[in-house]
């Protein structure tokens, strides 16, 4: 069993990173799963919530760090050095086209999934009854960023999976623990 899964994975990393290839997500996909591409939105976030909610969006920031912080060490310090699950870039049998740093450790659980699903999770469920519309683009933030994994040659799918299913759960959990003790923020009027 744990063969055939195995087989499947190394066959859909195979059409992601060689048959999905062309010039546009050579550029797009490495640049959504670059950490520094993303610290405008992070920056933009902090500021936001910091402006319109005071008080409470400080409580929020650190909630929503918690949840990624802890999604992080789970994936990164907990679940990889227990699996030790070889990169798809790191293993020679592969035909890997490689459009990224392959990076030191191990594959399973991807920690861009992880962490993205878990903070993409908090903030739909926390931000849900003020931003509906941001909903599916959380969604799709997530998913290309982790896609962006695949295509660039450093994950397997299953590690994407697991990782994702794994950043869900987390971010769930952080955002029931958080909304137990604080409620949603309501909107404070900004100072003139």
């Known amino acids: 069993m744990l063969e055939t899964i195995i087989g499947w994975d190394e066959q859909i990393f195979y059409w992601i990173n060689h048959d999905w290839s062309n010039p546009v997500l050579d550029v797009v996909l490495p640049f959504f799963r670059e950490r520094k591409s993303w610290i ?14 005071r008080k409470k969006g400080a409580i929020f920031i650190f909630a929503a760090l918690l949840t990624v912080g802890a999604s992080d060490l789970l ?3 907990i679940i990889k050095p227990s699996v030790e699950r070889l990169r798809p870039c790191r293993q020679e049998q592969l035909d890997v086209e490689l459009r990224a740093r392959c990076g030191s ?11 993205h699903f878990a903070i993409a999770s908090f903030f739909i469920l926390t931000m849900a009854n ?5 909903k599916h ?3 799709l933030w997530a ?3 982790s896609i ?6 450093v994950h397997f ?5 697991c990782g994702s299913m794994l950043g869900i759960a987390i971010g769930t959990l952080g955002a029931r623990l958080y909304s137990r003790s604080n409620p949603i923020p309501e909107f404070v009027p900004a100072s003139p």
């Open 143 to 145: 998913l290309t960023i």
């Open 157 to 161: 799918p299953f590690d994407i999976l």
């Open 148 to 153: 962006g994994q695949i295509y660039v040659g």
């Open 130 to 134: 003020h931003y509906r519309w941001t």
């Open 40 to 53: 405008p939105l992070y920056l933009f976030l902090i500021v936001f919530m910091a402006y319109r909610f």
């Open 137 to 139: 683009l959380w969604w």
């Open 75 to 77: 994936s990164s310090r």
């Open 105 to 115: 450790g191990f594959s399973f659980t991807s920690s861009h999934a992880t962490n």
